[in-house]
């Protein structure tokens, strides 16, 4: 009896793990759209909607790359006391106009530390036309021009 059981358990084992495998199989299968047909995603697309919108997420991707490096770069001239080139280094992320704050705030502090009222503000309409709906960016932006009549410049 004891060879019976293990070989009804055995025969038990192999067939849980061929229906397991099975259907692995036929779920890669079906995850395939056929060629040239609509498929859902959300609704339907083609396969060449598909590709577009991979290109574009590719592209977003650089850029975003790109915005990063930019960033990293300004943070070391920051730390290095190269206070120009960090300026020059955000002014071309923020010229870009990917939607990341850092460079945007950090070009706001550099020119308010210099007095350069005018900058700060040019950034901050620069800003509020990336980030509309930014509060923070309108407040910073009713200081800076208390600041510009204030200063009388």
């Given at each position: ?79 290095m006391g190269k206070i120009e080139d ?68």
């Amino acid at each position: 009896m004891g060879t019976f059981f293990y070989f009804i358990l055995f025969g038990f084992i192999v067939a849980v793990i061929g229906g397991v495998l099975q259907g692995i199989h036929n779920s890669k299968r079906q995850s395939q759209p056929p060629p040239n047909k609509k498929y859902s995603l959300g609704g339907s697309i083609t396969r060449e909607q598909l590709s577009h919108i991979q290109a574009e997420n590719r592209k977003r991707g650089t850029v975003l790359q790109h915005c990063v490096e930019l960033n990293n770069r300004g943070i070391s001239y920051e730390k290095m006391g190269k206070i120009e080139d960090a300026i020059a280094t955000y002014e071309i992320n923020i010229s870009i106009g990917y939607t990341a704050h850092h460079a945007y705030k950090r070009l706001m502090i550099l020119y308010r530390k210099q007095k350069d009222y005018h900058n700060e503000r040019r950034v901050i309409i620069r800003a509020l036309e990336i980030f509309p709906a930014e509060m923070e960016y309108l407040d910073r932006l009713r200081k800076v021009e208390y600041l510009i009549l204030k200063s009388g410049i």
